[in-house]
């Protein structure tokens, strides 16, 4: 079957795809919480989080799928301090079965407060190769 580039390139020209498709299953990139300008949102983790969530889904749709159908995320935060507040945000998006996850505190190589990477399984459903 291989694998389907999802979405564009990075942005930031970094060696990676926004998202891939391969064996019924949508990875996406780490995410961070960009506005339309190019720069971390304001408002702490909650918007941030909110931010990485509307790229999430742009990127998920991309990919023939949605949030229902992410089964994994990996959660990175800077600063373990906002365990709790990053929960309350996240829990918005995934107010019910929500899926399996993993959170660790780390170092950003940016000046975000979270970034996110998330599996979905859309099943077997070829993905569209590029941003609309």
């Known amino acids: 079957m291989g694998k389907t580039i999802v979405g564009a390139g990075s942005a930031e020209g970094l060696p990676l795809s926004e998202a891939v498709s391969a064996g019924g299953f949508l990875f996406l990139s780490g995410l961070v919480g960009f506005g339309p300008d190019g720069r971390i949102v304001p408002g702490g983790i909650s918007a941030e989080t909110d931010a990485i969530m509307a790229e999430a889904k742009r990127l998920l749709a991309l990919g023939r799928g949605s949030l229902r159908d992410v089964v994994k995320v990996s959660?990175?935060?800077?600063?373990?301090?906002?365990?709790?507040?990053?929960?309350?945000?996240?829990?918005?998006?995934?107010?019910?079965?929500?899926?399996?996850?993993?959170?660790?505190?780390?170092?950003?190589?940016?000046?975000a407060r979270v970034e996110l990477d998330l599996i979905a399984y859309v099943g077997d459903i070829p993905a569209r190769a590029e941003a609309p």
């Open 75 to 111: 959660v990175l935060l800077a600063d373990a301090g906002e365990f709790d507040s990053f929960n309350t945000a996240y829990r918005r998006h995934f107010p019910e079965s929500p899926p399996a996850r993993i959170s660790m505190s780390v170092g950003l190589t940016i000046d």
